[in-house]
Protein backbone atom coordinates (compact mmCIF):
# COMPACT_ATOMS: atom_id res chain seq x y z
CA UNK A 1 0.00 0.00 0.00
CA UNK A 2 1.28 3.43 -0.84
CA UNK A 3 2.63 5.39 1.96
CA UNK A 4 4.77 8.49 2.86
CA UNK A 5 7.13 8.99 6.01
CA UNK A 6 8.19 12.66 6.71
CA UNK A 7 11.08 12.68 8.67
CA UNK A 8 11.60 15.13 11.60
CA UNK A 9 8.08 16.71 13.26
CA UNK A 10 10.24 19.74 13.37
CA UNK A 11 12.93 21.48 11.50
CA UNK A 12 14.90 24.93 12.72
CA UNK A 13 16.48 27.12 10.18
CA UNK A 14 18.02 30.56 10.24
CA UNK A 15 16.44 33.22 7.80
CA UNK A 16 18.65 32.99 4.83
CA UNK A 17 19.33 28.98 5.51
CA UNK A 18 18.64 26.34 3.57
CA UNK A 19 15.46 24.37 3.95
CA UNK A 20 15.82 20.55 3.48
CA UNK A 21 12.64 18.81 4.24
CA UNK A 22 12.22 15.28 3.69
CA UNK A 23 9.80 12.48 2.44
CA UNK A 24 10.21 9.18 1.47
CA UNK A 25 7.45 7.39 -0.07
CA UNK A 26 6.36 3.54 -0.33
CA UNK A 27 4.44 2.50 -3.89
CA UNK A 28 3.66 -0.44 -5.91
CA UNK A 29 2.81 1.54 -8.67
CA UNK A 30 4.08 4.73 -10.25
CA UNK A 31 3.02 7.76 -7.54
CA UNK A 32 1.71 11.17 -7.84
CA UNK A 33 3.20 13.22 -4.80
CA UNK A 34 2.55 15.88 -3.64
CA UNK A 35 3.94 19.33 -0.35
CA UNK A 36 1.60 21.31 1.14
CA UNK A 37 1.52 23.89 3.27
CA UNK A 38 -0.72 24.97 6.44
CA UNK A 39 -0.06 28.32 7.98
CA UNK A 40 -1.46 28.35 11.57
CA UNK A 41 -5.54 27.36 11.51
CA UNK A 42 -5.84 27.45 8.07
CA UNK A 43 -6.08 24.84 5.30
CA UNK A 44 -4.12 23.36 3.40
CA UNK A 45 -2.49 24.68 0.05
CA UNK A 46 -0.65 22.92 -2.42
CA UNK A 47 2.88 23.96 -3.04
CA UNK A 48 3.66 21.46 -6.09
CA UNK A 49 3.01 17.91 -6.98
CA UNK A 50 5.05 15.32 -9.32
CA UNK A 51 2.91 13.80 -12.10
CA UNK A 52 5.06 11.46 -13.98
CA UNK A 53 6.52 14.78 -15.91
CA UNK A 54 9.87 16.44 -14.75
CA UNK A 55 11.36 14.86 -11.79
CA UNK A 56 12.76 18.96 -10.82
CA UNK A 57 9.18 19.99 -9.75
CA UNK A 58 9.07 23.66 -9.25
CA UNK A 59 5.98 25.02 -6.86
CA UNK A 60 4.90 28.51 -4.78
CA UNK A 61 6.90 30.93 -2.46
CA UNK A 62 10.41 29.65 -4.17
CA UNK A 63 10.17 26.08 -3.31
CA UNK A 64 11.24 23.00 -5.43
CA UNK A 65 11.33 18.79 -5.04
CA UNK A 66 12.90 16.46 -6.51
CA UNK A 67 11.59 12.99 -7.48
CA UNK A 68 14.53 10.44 -6.83
CA UNK A 69 13.01 6.81 -7.66
CA UNK A 70 16.21 5.07 -6.55
CA UNK A 71 15.77 6.57 -3.38
CA UNK A 72 11.94 6.71 -3.36
CA UNK A 73 12.30 10.16 -1.97
CA UNK A 74 10.81 13.24 -2.90
CA UNK A 75 12.07 16.14 -0.50
CA UNK A 76 11.06 19.76 -0.24
CA UNK A 77 13.72 22.22 -0.31
CA UNK A 78 13.93 26.18 -0.94
CA UNK A 79 17.80 27.97 -1.28
CA UNK A 80 16.89 30.92 1.36
CA UNK A 81 14.56 31.02 4.45
CA UNK A 82 12.04 33.44 5.34
CA UNK A 83 10.13 34.25 8.27
CA UNK A 84 7.00 33.96 6.72
CA UNK A 85 8.29 30.12 5.75
CA UNK A 86 7.34 29.02 9.27
CA UNK A 87 4.46 26.73 9.07
CA UNK A 88 3.79 23.01 8.91
CA UNK A 89 4.31 21.00 5.60
CA UNK A 90 2.68 17.45 4.75
CA UNK A 91 3.92 15.45 1.90
CA UNK A 92 1.31 12.96 0.36
CA UNK A 93 1.05 10.27 -2.07
CA UNK A 94 -1.87 9.02 -4.09
CA UNK A 95 -3.56 5.95 -3.51
CA UNK A 96 -6.78 4.18 -4.98
CA UNK A 97 -5.77 5.24 -8.64
CA UNK A 98 -6.05 8.86 -7.58
CA UNK A 99 -9.10 8.62 -5.76
CA UNK A 100 -7.44 9.36 -2.09
CA UNK A 101 -4.70 10.99 -1.00
CA UNK A 102 -2.32 10.13 1.85
CA UNK A 103 -0.35 12.30 4.52
CA UNK A 104 2.68 12.12 5.93
CA UNK A 105 2.23 12.94 10.05
CA UNK A 106 4.09 16.81 8.59
CA UNK A 107 7.23 18.83 9.70
CA UNK A 108 6.64 22.06 11.34
CA UNK A 109 9.72 24.34 9.79
CA UNK A 110 10.48 26.89 12.08
CA UNK A 111 12.65 30.21 10.99
CA UNK A 112 14.92 31.82 13.61
CA UNK A 113 15.80 35.47 12.74
CA UNK B 1 -13.06 29.66 -10.75
CA UNK B 2 -13.81 26.55 -8.38
CA UNK B 3 -14.36 27.66 -4.89
CA UNK B 4 -14.61 25.33 -1.32
CA UNK B 5 -16.34 26.83 1.40
CA UNK B 6 -16.54 25.12 5.16
CA UNK B 7 -18.26 26.24 8.07
CA UNK B 8 -19.18 26.68 10.59
CA UNK B 9 -14.82 27.98 11.32
CA UNK B 10 -15.16 27.24 14.98
CA UNK B 11 -17.08 24.53 17.08
CA UNK B 12 -17.15 24.09 20.82
CA UNK B 13 -19.92 21.34 21.91
CA UNK B 14 -20.68 19.22 25.19
CA UNK B 15 -19.98 15.60 25.01
CA UNK B 16 -23.40 13.91 24.01
CA UNK B 17 -24.05 17.00 21.45
CA UNK B 18 -24.60 16.08 17.83
CA UNK B 19 -22.34 17.38 15.00
CA UNK B 20 -23.55 19.03 11.65
CA UNK B 21 -20.20 20.71 9.62
CA UNK B 22 -21.17 21.61 5.84
CA UNK B 23 -19.14 21.86 2.71
CA UNK B 24 -19.92 23.42 -0.24
CA UNK B 25 -18.32 23.59 -3.81
CA UNK B 26 -18.93 26.26 -6.21
CA UNK B 27 -17.61 26.73 -9.91
CA UNK B 28 -17.54 23.42 -10.84
CA UNK B 29 -19.84 19.95 -10.96
CA UNK B 30 -19.35 16.26 -10.17
CA UNK B 31 -16.87 16.87 -7.94
CA UNK B 32 -15.28 13.84 -5.68
CA UNK B 33 -15.63 15.27 -1.93
CA UNK B 34 -13.46 14.75 0.82
CA UNK B 35 -13.44 14.89 4.70
CA UNK B 36 -10.58 14.88 6.80
CA UNK B 37 -9.09 15.28 10.26
CA UNK B 38 -5.93 16.25 11.64
CA UNK B 39 -5.91 15.45 15.38
CA UNK B 40 -3.15 17.46 17.54
CA UNK B 41 -0.17 16.39 17.02
CA UNK B 42 -1.17 13.89 14.35
CA UNK B 43 -1.13 14.23 10.73
CA UNK B 44 -4.05 14.11 8.39
CA UNK B 45 -7.04 11.10 8.46
CA UNK B 46 -8.78 10.48 5.45
CA UNK B 47 -12.24 10.18 6.95
CA UNK B 48 -15.17 9.92 4.02
CA UNK B 49 -14.78 10.52 0.44
CA UNK B 50 -17.83 10.50 -2.16
CA UNK B 51 -17.65 10.27 -5.85
CA UNK B 52 -21.25 11.00 -6.57
CA UNK B 53 -24.49 12.42 -5.15
CA UNK B 54 -25.51 9.50 -2.09
CA UNK B 55 -22.51 8.04 -2.27
CA UNK B 56 -20.45 7.83 0.44
CA UNK B 57 -16.82 5.55 1.39
CA UNK B 58 -16.08 5.14 4.85
CA UNK B 59 -12.30 5.34 5.62
CA UNK B 60 -12.51 4.14 9.50
CA UNK B 61 -14.99 3.04 11.57
CA UNK B 62 -15.63 6.06 13.69
CA UNK B 63 -18.84 7.91 15.95
CA UNK B 64 -19.34 10.01 12.36
CA UNK B 65 -21.05 9.98 8.80
CA UNK B 66 -20.62 11.72 5.91
CA UNK B 67 -23.55 12.98 3.49
CA UNK B 68 -24.11 14.11 0.26
CA UNK B 69 -27.52 15.45 -0.93
CA UNK B 70 -26.54 17.53 -3.78
CA UNK B 71 -23.84 17.41 -6.39
CA UNK B 72 -21.79 20.19 -4.70
CA UNK B 73 -22.15 19.85 -0.83
CA UNK B 74 -21.02 17.18 1.97
CA UNK B 75 -21.92 17.30 5.43
CA UNK B 76 -20.23 15.87 8.09
CA UNK B 77 -22.49 14.84 11.22
CA UNK B 78 -22.30 12.93 14.50
CA UNK B 79 -25.67 12.07 16.61
CA UNK B 80 -23.52 11.78 19.91
CA UNK B 81 -20.20 13.60 19.91
CA UNK B 82 -17.06 12.13 22.08
CA UNK B 83 -14.50 14.00 23.45
CA UNK B 84 -12.41 12.00 21.12
CA UNK B 85 -14.20 13.64 18.08
CA UNK B 86 -12.22 16.59 18.70
CA UNK B 87 -9.98 18.20 15.90
CA UNK B 88 -9.70 19.99 12.95
CA UNK B 89 -11.95 19.02 10.29
CA UNK B 90 -11.16 20.01 6.57
CA UNK B 91 -13.03 19.08 3.53
CA UNK B 92 -11.59 18.67 0.22
CA UNK B 93 -12.61 18.56 -3.55
CA UNK B 94 -11.29 17.36 -6.90
CA UNK B 95 -12.32 17.00 -10.48
CA UNK B 96 -11.46 13.58 -12.59
CA UNK B 97 -9.93 15.61 -14.96
CA UNK B 98 -7.41 17.35 -12.37
CA UNK B 99 -4.89 15.15 -10.88
CA UNK B 100 -5.19 17.37 -7.58
CA UNK B 101 -6.76 17.69 -4.52
CA UNK B 102 -8.08 21.59 -3.31
CA UNK B 103 -8.86 21.60 0.48
CA UNK B 104 -10.84 24.48 2.19
CA UNK B 105 -10.05 26.22 5.42
CA UNK B 106 -10.95 23.84 8.19
CA UNK B 107 -13.41 23.64 11.17
CA UNK B 108 -12.14 23.57 14.57
CA UNK B 109 -14.24 21.35 16.56
CA UNK B 110 -13.80 21.85 20.33
CA UNK B 111 -15.88 18.59 22.48
CA UNK B 112 -16.05 19.62 26.23
Known amino acids: AQSVTQLGSHVSVSEGALVLLRCNYS??????LFWYVQYPNQGLQLLLKYTSAATLVKGINGFEAEFKKSETSFHLTKPSAHMSDAAEYFCAVTLGGFQKLVFGTGTRLLVSP | SQTIHQWPATLVQPVGSPLSLECTVEGTSNPNLYWYRQAAGRGLQLLFYSVGIGQISSEVPQNLSASRPQDRQFILSSKKLLLSDSGFYLC???????????FGEGSWLTVV
Open chain 2, 92 to 102: AWRLDSLNTIY
Open chain 1, 27 to 32: SSVPPY
